[in-house]
């Protein structure tokens, strides 16, 4: 069934969308989002300790998923990605085909983690929206350029949002140790204290990524 659903995801008869899906699933292509995101927690965190946890348990939260996943799973698995099975008919996208084992996606673990700290740590429903959909289509890449199997993504996914929850149950014990408030009241801010306009800064460097990367994925063919 695995093989069956990856077949049906994996690459199209589109180069558009093969750039796109390149674009997407390159890491440093978002680091202009990765830095709006600590721009983010550094302008609305109260106090230097409680900035330095919230980034330290986002670091830690990528730690943790880059361990279990690199270092524990993968290598006790040792299940042949797709693009270098030779039983498995993968269609390859301009020779995408990275090294490594499979099971499980790190980089859905990864990007899954972030996304779900941040949702619970901003409280945004318009931001969380926005970078729930750049999640799902980063996970979905890795599936279309063959590189993981649909059952390693989505595992990678769950992996991913329970390490996430977990670091941030801890930084809510460093609060209530710290006894900072978490409720607020306001248009200008989200239920967990952000600026609103902040986290408009970062939906717009969202699409305004998203933007680049079709018109890159234009210019390319």
Same mark, same amino acid.
């Given at each position: 069934?695995? *093989?069956?659903?990856? $077949?049906?995801?994996? %690459?199209?008869?589109?180069?558009?969308?093969? $750039?796109? /899906?390149?674009?997407?699933?390159?890491?440093? #292509?978002?680091? !202009?989002?990765? #830095?709006?995101?600590?721009?983010?927690?550094?302008?609305?965190? @109260?106090?230097?300790?409680?900035?330095?946890?919230?980034?330290?348990?986002?670091?830690?939260?990528?730690?943790?998923?880059?361990?279990?996943?690199?270092? +524990?799973?993968?290598?006790?698995?040792?299940?042949?990605?797709?693009?270098?099975? !030779?039983?498995? $008919?993968?269609?390859?996208?301009?020779?995408?085909?990275? @090294?490594?084992?499979?099971?499980?996606?790190? $980089?859905?673990?990864?990007?899954?983690?972030?996304?779900?700290? +941040?949702?619970?740590?901003?409280?945004? *429903?318009? /931001?969380?929206?926005?970078?729930?959909?750049?999640?799902?289509?980063?996970?979905?890449?890795?599936?279309?350029?063959?590189?993981?199997? !649909?059952?390693?993504?989505?595992?990678?996914?769950?992996? %991913?949002?329970?390490? =996430?929850?977990?670091?941030?149950?801890?930084?809510?014990?460093?609060? /209530?140790?710290?006894?900072?408030?978490?409720?607020?009241?306001?248009?200008?801010?989200?239920?967990?204290?952000? =600026?609103?306009?902040d986290c408009d800064e970062v939906i717009c460097i969202l699409l305004f990524l998203f933007v680049c990367i079709a018109i890159h994925s234009v210019v390319a063919n």
């Amino acid at each position: 069934m695995d *093989k069956t659903i990856f $077949h049906a995801l994996n %690459g199209s008869e589109s180069l558009v969308l093969d $750039h796109i /899906m390149l674009d997407i699933t390159t890491w440093w #292509v978002w680091l !202009p989002l990765y #830095v709006m995101l600590a721009i983010l927690v550094i302008k609305n965190s @109260e106090t230097i300790p409680r900035m330095l946890f919230t980034i330290g348990m986002a670091l830690l939260c990528f730690a943790m998923t880059e361990i279990i996943t690199d270092v +524990i799973v993968k290598p006790w698995v040792a299940r042949v990605r797709p693009c270098n099975d !030779p039983t498995v $008919h993968s269609v390859l996208v301009d020779g995408y085909a990275p @090294e490594g084992f499979s099971f499980f996606s790190a $980089h859905a673990a990864n990007i899954c983690g972030l996304v779900t700290y +941040i949702c619970l740590l901003v409280r945004s *429903k318009s /931001m969380s929206i926005f970078l729930c959909i750049w999640a799902l289509l980063s996970c979905f890449s890795r599936i279309y350029l063959g590189v993981h199997y !649909p059952l390693d993504v989505v595992v990678g996914m769950a992996v %991913g949002i329970v390490v =996430a929850i977990l670091c941030y149950r801890l930084l809510k014990v460093f609060e /209530m140790q710290a006894s900072t408030s978490n409720h607020y009241v306001s248009r200008k801010l989200t239920r967990a204290g952000y =600026a609103m306009s902040d986290c408009d800064e970062v939906i717009c460097i969202l699409l305004f990524l998203f933007v680049c990367i079709a018109i890159h994925s234009v210019v390319a063919n």
